[in-house]
């Protein structure tokens, strides 16, 4: 047995990699040796182990995780490894294609011109009456961001029944910074009509998904409408910045935390259609 067995150095180069990337391997997993001298701890590979060797390598190339390595060289066959190599590179592009906007939009910042790049932001003013919300907040990093937005205003409109009904707009606010590197928190809010009842719901539901009862008081909103494809990351920066620059411009600073509002059926929404309105609540500046 031992005679058809290859020793490390010898395994290497038929694999073209190192006798440190094979540890490595090893170590993650990934490309156990066949038998390990349990005298000196040399490592010895089977022939047929080197197809494995160098498709770990090629793997590791394209910067894919190990967990989803392993799960391509031990798929039970070529179209299923297959499949999971095209899914994560769909990934990959998704993730790419992001970065390449976040690079034009970070362009356009610097050179001065982020606000064209994304068009021209008409901001206003809409004065808000006091409200009645139930709320769930999250630390959450913005690749997350989407996908408990709806999932936790979905909640809250479920719930929203037992409060009185829906009497706003739901919104996102943002109590402090989520990109990819800061986590908030965020809070999704929707207005209900009966305070008692939304604070007796809160009650029933404890501390499940951060949930909370809070009154609003009335405020003055600074805002701009945005399309469906604008509330994308980072396009949508473009348009806080707009409505922050339009604030700065005429005394006014926020009030609260900055916020999302969607007032439109997402679902139903194409790409061009008005769905969000970014907004800061506003008080003038003291002079």
């Known amino acids: 047995m031992d005679e058809e067995l290859i020793g490390i150095g010898a395994f290497a180069a038929r694999a073209r990699l190192s006798a440190k990337a094979l540890r490595l391997y090893d170590r993650l997993g990934l490309l156990t040796p066949a038998r390990v001298d349990t005298a000196t701890g040399y490592r010895f590979y089977r022939p047929d182990q080197v197809e494995r060797a160098r498709l770990v390598a090629l793997l590791r190339q394209l910067d894919m995780p190990l967990a989803r390595i392993a799960g391509i060289v031990d798929a039970d066959d070529g179209t299923t490894a297959a499949a999971r190599l095209a899914a994560y590179w769909a990934d990959v592009e998704e993730r790419l294609a992001g970065q390449r906007t976040l690079a034009d939009y970070l362009r356009g910042r610097l050179s001065g011109r982020s606000s064209e790049m994304y068009g021209k932001f008409a901001v206003e003013t809409v004065d ?45 606010a943002y109590h402090a910074e989520v990109s990819m590197e800061s986590d908030g928190p965020a809070e999704a809010c929707v207005p209900v009509a009966d305070e008692a009842a939304a604070r007796a719901w809160a009650e029933r539901r404890g501390r499940a998904w951060e949930t909370a009862v809070r ?15 604008q509330v994308a990351h980072p396009q949508i920066l473009a348009a806080f910045e707009a409505v922050e620059g339009w604030m700065r411009e005429r005394g006014l600073t926020p009030a609260g935390p900055c916020r999302e509002v969607y007032f439109a059926d997402w679902e139903a929404a194409g790409p061009e259609d008005p769905v969000c309105d970014v907004a800061f609540p506003v008080a003038r500046a003291e002079h």
Request: glycine share 8%; charged share 20%.
């Open 128 to 172: 808000v009456p006091a409200q009645v919300l139930i709320t769930e907040s999250r630390h959450t990093l913005a690749d997350e961001l989407p996908t408990w937005i709806g999932a936790s205003l979905g909640r809250l409109e479920e719930a929203a029944p037992e409060c009185g009904g829906v009497a706003g707009v739901p919104f996102v």
């Open 215 to 229: 009154v609003e008081p009335a405020q003055r909103l600074a805002f701009t409408r945005i399309t469906k494809a």
